[in-house]
């Protein structure tokens, strides 16, 4: 099981949001989250649109704060609004990551448990590499719980399927691919060949 996070950011701290997403490494060889942010969106594409479908459907979306974020129009009056109202409806986790020192005291997330430690910024340490491990141990954590919630909704048919392929199918828009999987994976479900057709007692025990 694989978690989508999505980075929210200003381009201005790009740099630093390399560097986080380079902390992350461990949980990214392991295959235990996907992240995504603006830089992945494919040439000709409609980059709005590809920035909202990902931060709809995300699992965790960091919000790397600093001066630049909450000065940016599009960051605060479009990727916050919906991060934090998928927030108060329990689709996501939206975890606030300071970069840079700036007043976020009086922001919409200010309730929301911060990193690094203590709510210091990342780039007020010592040791940076200190402060991003701090980052990535508590993004670790927040992985973990995420997965935990997910395994304990999954149904019992579910369990040992592997939806990513459907899942990266629809997000690049390839539906007949992405049908033909869904075809195997129903099959797969209910025990039938690929070449059988459905009984309508199949489709109760999906309904069930």
Same mark, same amino acid.
């Given at each position: 099981? &694989?978690? *989508?996070?999505?980075? *929210?950011?200003?381009?201005?701290?790009? $740099? =630093?949001?390399?560097? !986080? @997403?380079?902390? =992350? &490494?461990?949980? /990214?060889? &392991?295959? !235990?989250?996907?992240?995504?942010?603006?830089?992945?969106?494919? @040439?000709? &594409?409609?980059?709005? +649109?590809e920035i909202d479908r990902n931060l709809r459907t995300a699992d965790i979306i960091l919000l790397l704060v600093s001066a630049s974020f909450l000065s940016s129009d599009y960051c605060w009056s479009e990727e916050l609004a919906i991060a934090m109202a998928r927030h108060e409806k329990n689709e $996501?986790? !939206?975890?606030p990551i300071i970069l840079r020192p700036c007043d976020w005291q009086e922001t919409p997330f200010v309730e929301l448990q911060v990193l690094p430690k203590d709510g210091k910024a990342v780039t007020l340490? *010592?040791?940076?590499d200190e402060a991003l491990t701090n980052v990535a141990q508590g993004i670790r954590g927040t992985v973990n719980q995420v997965v935990e919630q997910k395994q304990k909704k999954e149904l019992p048919f579910e369990k040992g399927i592997d939806y990513a392929p =459907?899942? +990266?199918?629809?997000? @690049?828009? /390839? %539906?007949?691919? @992405?049908?033909?999987?869904? %075809?195997?994976?129903?099959?797969? !479900?209910?025990?039938?060949? /690929?070449? +059988?057709?459905?009984?309508?007692?199949?489709?109760?025990?999906l309904l069930c």
């Open positions: 099981m &694989s978690i *989508s996070i999505f980075f *929210s950011y200003s381009h201005e701290d790009e $740099a =630093l949001r390399d560097k !986080v @997403a380079k902390h =992350l &490494s461990a949980l /990214k060889r &392991s295959n !235990v989250i996907q992240e995504w942010h603006d830089r992945l969106i494919p @040439a000709g &594409s409609e980059w709005k +649109d $996501a986790c !939206v975890i340490w *010592s040791n940076e =459907l899942r +990266d199918m629809l997000k @690049a828009g /390839k %539906w007949q691919e @992405a049908d033909r999987e869904t %075809w195997r994976l129903l099959c797969l !479900v209910m025990g039938r060949r /690929k070449e +059988d057709d459905l009984r309508r007692e199949d489709i109760q025990k």
